[in-house]
Nanobody, 119 residues
Framework: QVQLVESGGGSVQAGGSLRLSCAASVSLSSFYSMAWYRQAPGKQRELVARITSGDNTDYSDSVKGRFTISRDNAKRTVYLQMSSLKPEDTAVYYC?????????????WGQGTQVTVSS
């Protein structure tokens, strides 16, 4: 069973920065990909950034150039560095991993961490 624990959320003013962390209970090499999603009140959960086992990354257009996803295999931790934050970045941020199984991949989610950006 994979467990994911997020940390690093909080409140910040527009233009500020935060770094989110997602610590995994198993080696990151177990995952097909690792990602950050977010969900704002009244909106659907959306993909923010993703990094694959081959270190390929992709970002939503709304955060491209401002957010950076990275990982530390030794610490079994995935990070999301967020800069130039905007009020519209306010949401609960969730860590997600995909674990390859025999015929498909299985998603696991963290509990979420709140990010609030004030204008």
């Amino acid at each position: 069973q994979v467990q994911l624990v997020e940390s690093g959320g909080g409140s910040v003013q527009a233009g500020g920065s935060l770094r989110l962390s997602c610590a995994a209970s198993v080696s990151l090499s177990s995952f097909y990909s690792m990602a950050w999603y977010r969900q704002a009140p009244g909106k659907q959960r959306e993909l923010v950034a993703r990094i694959t086992s081959g270190d390929n990354t992709d970002y939503s257009d709304s955060v491209k150039g401002r957010f950076t996803i990275s990982r530390d295999n030794a610490k079994r931790t995935v990070y999301l560095q967020m800069s130039s934050l905007k009020p519209e970045d306010t949401a609960v941020y969730y860590c997600n991993v995909l674990v390859p199984e025999r015929y498909a991949t299985k998603p696991y989610w963290g509990q979420g961490t709140q990010v609030t950006v004030s204008s």
